[in-house]
């Protein structure tokens, strides 16, 4: 695996796969930090492109695009979104950079927001005859926002950036009811601490295997993306 940003051209060879991190710079409820999405992303691609390293595929991960479509968020001071039609011309540019060498580029998306432009955007890509895609990072049973799951994911991977006196229990009833009231009134509408979730009860061992299910999870949905056969191997 090669870190871009810390890379020296003449080290990059050449490449069969490029990871971009997609996040956010958003509030995440008052205990966790606004570049939560991006931490999170950027770990998903890492441990992707680790399990692919063995796989022998050349892997490059991308710094993340700390910018998505927040704008569910804006009510809350600090959060700096750029909107779906921005997020979709950025991702397009950047895939067409990328492709210029490398074959084959994939986003690792942490942030739900970022999703209508994402999906526009590759297939957007796809049209033009690039071998782009994405996958999410997810895990099943986690809550929406800044609740247990990605409290857990903070305590595991940047603790310093977590304050626990500040975690507070949010609204809790379940993101599809939630959904026709937060399109309406945006997220402090209908929870005014930012949280969508209970921080109750996380901790950094349930962050470490969290993780290890994003990347699984990851590992999974590219090993369903046409032209990336080999990474079943890493999936297993």
Known sequence: MTELAQAHWPA?????LVLVPLGSTEQHGPHLPFDTDAVIATAVARGLAERLRVASIAVVVAPALPYGASGEHQDFPGTTSIGEEALALVIVELARSLRTWAPRVVFVNGHGGNVR???????????????AAWVPCGVAGGDAHAGRTETSLLLHLAPASVDLAAAERGVVTPIGELLPELRRQGVRGVAPNGVLGDPTGASAAEGARLLAAMVDAA??????????????????
């Not at 990059?12 to 069969?16: D, K, M, N, V």
């Not at 590992?219 to 297993?236: K, M, P, Q």
Request: no cysteine; aromatic share 0%; charged share 20%.
């Open 12 to 16: 990059l060879g050449a490449p069969e």
């Open 117 to 131: 432009a994402l999906t526009d955007a590759v297939a957007q890509l796809v049209e033009e005859g690039h071998d």
């Open 219 to 236: 590992a999974g949905a590219l090993n369903g993306i046409n032209g990336i056969a080999a990474a079943r191997d890493a999936a297993t």
